[in-house]
């Protein structure tokens, strides 16, 4: 069988500096009709941002930093947290071809290997009638930094491997992986997308530590449901959370 | 008309997708009109009804809350009823806020006339970002939540009037 061409990366844009890659897509998106899968990378990310109030920091040149732009036809928004996961395996798949079973997930789309962070997604989706007409996803990967000062939690490729990589090389090998597991959600192969993801979560079917309410308790994590909700194991019950109601304690 | 009709008919309204239904015979004319941000076309709602026809009836135009009731427009001092109002509603559990990142101006103001398909806010959810566009053009009557705020499934955050 023939392969289909690429969507992840069949358009590709590189500045040498931004504030942030996912507003700079963003921007050009509002006037500029580009194709899907188009990808944005800067080799400095000034302000580069992470979930709400976090910022992504990085050191110039050292790093991957990109953003790319989906356009997924007839997705439902309650099907949105499906995409998350087949692109955050896209970077798990690129990752254990290094690290093999020593890259987790924490959920909901952190990537750590032996428990420190080591890149970060952060998804901007633009909702019409209750469908997902657009999705700009910013990637960090920490490939070359040599140093995290004043992240105890943070870990790169050249930390764990003592080896600096071709960044534009290491590039197209994730591109392609995460577009090979975006290939399966085009394909509509949530439930096959859903059961890797659950079993490559830290913490899964493993005592792990939670803060509900400042509280903290230990269960286990049995997998997550197509909204993206965790299902633990505590005591003899089954209870579903979303992010908004506990935190997984780490590192 | 007698109660049992009306009673029929605003069941009718409620359960069916229409939002406004008016009726005028000998004299009696009756309107029903899905209130957008408070569901009044219940059995209770119809005590109102029982006032001696022939009068104009309108079960709906008073809202169980005063905040949506009356409001006034900033431009021209004219009150302005929810019956011409549209919500925009969350399509989600999550958080909302009103500007696409901490310290970025907001979306929409009050006062704005925006056109349909304009982000007016952020929904954050399982860590995802969602810019939601408004359903419909018209102009901003009221923000109905607070930034940074969460947010249920179908709970009203703008009354927009579309003829604004």
Do not use: R
């Given at each position: 069988m023939k392969r289909q061409p690429a969507i992840i990366g069949s358009h590709f844009f590189e500045i040498?500096?931004?504030?942030s890659t996912n507003r700079t897509l963003q921007e050009w998106l509002k006037t500029h009709p580009l194709p899907e899968g188009t990808v944005l990378r800067t080799h400095q990310q000034n302000a580069g941002r992470g979930q709400g109030t976090n910022t992504w920091i990085s050191e110039p040149g050292q790093n991957l930093t990109f953003s790319c732009v989906l356009f997924p036809e007839n997705l439902n928004l309650s099907h949105a947290f499906i995409l998350n996961m087949a692109i955050t395996l896209g970077i798990y798949d690129y990752l254990t071809g290094f690290f093999h079973d020593h890259v987790k997930i924490k959920w909901p789309n952190d990537l750590l290997v032996n428990q420190k962070k080591i890149a970060g997604i952060l998804f901007e989706n633009t909702i019409r009638d209750q469908k997902v007409t657009q999705s700009v996803i910013g990637i960090g990967i920490n490939m070359n930094?040599?140093?995290?000062h004043d992240l105890p939690n943070a870990v790169s490729l050249f930390v764990l491997l003592k080896q600096k990589k071709v960044l534009a090389d290491e590039l197209v090998r994730l591109l392609k992986c995460l577009d090979e597991r975006y290939r399966l959600f085009r394909e509509g192969k949530f439930e096959e997308i859903r059961v890797e993801f659950s079993r490559s979560l830290l913490g899964y079917h493993e005592p792990c530590n939670f803060f509900k309410e400042d509280v903290g308790f230990t269960a286990s994590i049995m997998g997550v449901n197509t909204e993206g909700k965790l299902a633990l194991h505590e005591g003899d019950t089954l209870n579903y959370y979303s992010h908004q109601e506990i935190k997984q304690s780490w590192g | 008309m007698d109660i049992k009709e009306i009673q029929e008919l605003i069941k009718f309204v409620a359960k069916s997708g229409v939002d406004e239904v008016t009726i005028e015979r000998d004299g009696f004319k009756l309107g029903i009109k899905k209130?957008?941000?408070?569901?009044?076309?219940?059995?209770?709602?119809?005590?109102?009804?029982?006032?001696?026809?022939?009068q104009e009836i309108?079960?709906?135009?008073?809202?169980?809350?005063?905040?949506?009731a009356v409001i006034s427009?900033?431009?021209?001092n004219k009150p302005v009823t929810s019956e011409n109002f549209k919500t925009v509603k969350s399509p989600m559990i999550g958080t909302f806020y009103r500007s696409a990142s901490p310290g970025a101006p907001p979306f929409i103001n009050v006062g704005d006339s925006i056109q349909k398909g304009k982000v007016v806010c952020v929904i954050e959810a399982m860590k995802l970002f969602n810019e939601i566009e408004s359903e419909f053009s018209g102009k901003i009557l009221k923000i109905l939540v607070e930034n940074a705020s969460p947010v249920e499934y179908d709970q009203p955050l703008f009354l927009i009037d579309p003829a604004g």
């Open positions: 040498d500096a931004c504030d930094q040599e140093k995290f | 209130n957008p941000v408070n569901v009044v076309a219940s059995s209770q709602s119809l005590v109102p009804v029982t006032i001696p026809q022939p309108k079960t709906t135009s008073e809202p169980k809350t005063a905040t949506t427009d900033s431009t021209s």
